[in-house]
């Protein structure tokens, strides 16, 4: 969950150093460093700080005592996992002799043998991090006689786990060998300059001409020149990239921050994720799936794989499913999946789903389905990303960047391309009567302008959301499409605004958790109109009855509710399964009203990084 910036060539170094690392640093923002070949002297300059939110601003001042004549330079934003968020942890970190510096993203799993080894061996470490290891190894390769991408190789070779890293040397002061394995890393050359970056982003104001390194390839980018070769050196043709948006899409736009920014481009991250995948007649098209009509009628079981918001996402999902494709279905986990020694159906269709691509977890557990002999798709916001390589099919969500850490329009776009996903199975298996696809279809094919519609109730959302600014106990319910609902909100405002938020299907309560509810304590509930309603209603009594104030997510218009609660979220009226994609939006707004009430940082919430690449 770190970013790594490299750059070699470029006329304006640490301005562009500075830059990458801002834009990567929803990936981590413990602490940020820099090293630089300095041409002048021959050997390496670095610049380390560890402010947690202050990092970058801090090493920004640093920089003004940069070489002046900069050669090769790498630079890092860090996520802690092993050792503090402290300077001495802080990335670059050196070899002992001072002219090898490398940065690392990702876990490396056999670091303690490794470590005694150095150790052993004369190696003096001087941080508590896996990462400090690599950089000895190579410092011993190179020692050997070998160059830098040779030494970067050999070393790799040893090493078990999951890694992006890029390392300069102050003998090799034009070159920047960057490797990667599982975790993502992307290099850039133009006419004079290399470029290397954990995310698209970070380089795309040098450069469109962009790879994505593969597993176990190992990169030297030049002035200019790109090199690739696998750990035996036998040479690798680099797959290109194509990028459709702009750097300047990454930026806030004029809102407070990204998380507003984003929350409004859910409408248009909706209809762009549909657009020619449905429309109104019936028709779906999910080419890009790689998997043909055939095979997909003869599936017999669906099995999503996912974390986080991504989880709830596939919760909705199931349903969607099994109402419309009328195949058993499951949501798991996918740290849980991965160790319990899955046993799955013949003809499963294993469905992982991440928004950047690169969720460790969902990851393996993807693996482990294609191993149990399951067909995977994965569905992910990042092209070539290392899960949409690795897929026998994707699905990209088109939600454009997402900066903030908390997941809004990626998750919006998920709920949607995953009803899309479940639609066009329904056709497929001939499981649809005609006149119930064509109604579906249009449903989804104008879910965007009801997005817009919650979206646009913004304020009003808002002013409901500041009364409750003091709360410290806050409940969800929900029941079938309303649990995914009650699932997210509850995790927004644990997520953004660090209070008690706990969810439950709404009929759960009675089997324990309704002993926690007393005066002061605010549920809120999914109570849009479904054939559940009066069960969802009486659920509410239940709570109002002990004191709680209630607050309903309910349709517009809809007065009786309205009458049973305490305050009201109000949404517009759509089809029950796709709800999710709606429901969801006031409760983004709650957390974030709440949020800022308390003055945290809705971009970047603690303990918490955008991509999570360690287990």
């Given at each position: ?64 005592d ?6 090769a ?33 990702g ?28 950089v ?87 002035p ?106 499951d ?19 294993a469905?992982?789903v ?149 969810a439950?299907?709404?009929g ?7 002993s926690?509810i007393?005066?002061?304590v ?17 659920n ?76």
């Open positions: 969950m770190c970013g790594i910036i490299g750059t070699t060539g470029a006329p304006d170094t640490c301005a562009l150093l500075v830059a990458g690392l801002e834009l990567l640093e929803y990936r981590g923002y413990d602490s940020a460093g820099v090293a630089i070949c300095d041409r002048a002297t021959g050997g390496l300059w670095r610049a380390r700080a560890a402010e947690h939110a202050g990092s970058i601003g801090r090493l920004r001042t640093l920089l003004a940069a070489p002046r004549d900069p050669g330079s790498i630079g890092h934003t860090r996520w802690a996992t092993h050792g503090r968020p402290t300077e001495e942890n802080a990335h670059p970190h050196l070899d002992c002799t001072g002219r090898i510096a490398l940065v690392h993203n876990i490396i799993g056999n670091y303690r043998p490794l470590a005694a080894g150095l150790d052993a061996r004369g190696h003096k470490r001087s941080s508590q991090t896996d990462t400090e290891v690599l000895h190894l190579v410092e011993e390769e190179v020692a050997s006689g070998a160059d830098l991408a040779q030494a970067v190789r050999r070393c790799l070779a040893v090493v078990r786990g999951d890694f992006a890293i890029a390392v300069v040397r102050a003998e090799e002061p034009d070159v920047i060998v960057a490797a990667r394995r599982t975790s993502p890393l992307i290099v850039g050359i133009t006419a004079s300059a290399g470029i290397v970056a954990s995310d698209v982003a970070a380089a795309l104001a040098t450069t469109r001409e962009l790879y994505a390194l593969g597993e176990d390839e190992v990169a030297t980018v030049r200019g020149g790109l090199e690739v070769v696998d750990l035996t050196g036998r040479p690798v043709e680099p797959r290109r990239i194509e990028v459709s948006w702009s750097v300047q899409r990454a930026m806030k736009g004029g809102y407070p921050d990204f998380m507003s920014k984003e929350i409004h481009e859910q409408p248009q991250a909706v209809r762009d994720t549909l657009l020619g995948r449905l429309d109104g007649s019936g028709c779906t098209e999910l080419d890009e799936l790689e998997i043909g009509e055939r095979e997909l009628a003869g599936i017999e079981r669906v099995q999503f794989l996912a974390c986080g918001s991504s989880f709830h996402a596939a919760l909705a999902a199931r349903q969607a499913v099994e109402h419309w494709a009328r195949v058993g279905a949501a798991e986990v996918a740290s849980e999946f991965r160790y319990r020694e899955p046993v799955l159906a013949h003809r499963t269709l469905v992982a991440s928004q950047s691509g690169e969720t460790v977890d969902t990851l393996h557990a993807m693996r482990e389905a294609r191993r149990a002999g399951a067909r995977v798709v994965a569905v992910t916001n990042v092209v070539d990303s290392v899960m949409a390589r690795e897929a026998d099919g994707v699905l990209y969500t088109r939600a454009g960047p997402e900066i903030g850490v908390a997941s809004t329009k990626s998750h919006i776009a998920q709920l949607a391309l995953l009803q899309a996903l479940a639609l066009h199975l329904g056709r497929v298996r001939g499981s649809l009567p005609a006149g119930e696809l064509e109604r579906a279809s249009a449903a989804m094919s104008t879910l965007h302008l009801a997005v817009a519609d919650a979206v646009g109730r913004g304020e009003e959302y808002c002013r409901v959301a500041e009364r409750f600014a003091h709360v410290e106990d806050f409940y969800f319910l929900g029941r079938r499409a309303g649990l995914p609902v009650a699932l997210e909100g509850a995790l927004k405002l644990k997520e953004l605004a660090y209070v008690r938020a706990e439950y299907p709404a759960e309560m009675k089997h324990g958790p309704i926690l007393e005066p002061g605010v549920v809120v509930v999914v109570a849009t109109r479904t054939a559940l309603w009066e069960k969802v209603m009486a509410v009594e239940e709570m109002r009855a002990r004191g709680a104030t209630v607050v309903a997510v309910a349709d517009d218009g809809d007065e009786e509710t309205a009458e049973l609660v305490d305050a009201v979220l109000a949404v517009p009226h759509v089809e029950e399964v796709c709800s999710p994609v709606v429901n969801v939006v006031p409760l983004q707004f709650l957390a974030y009203t709440l949020a800022r009430a308390r003055g945290n940082d809705v971009d970047r919430p603690r303990n918490l990084a955008k991509v999570v690449t360690v287990e």
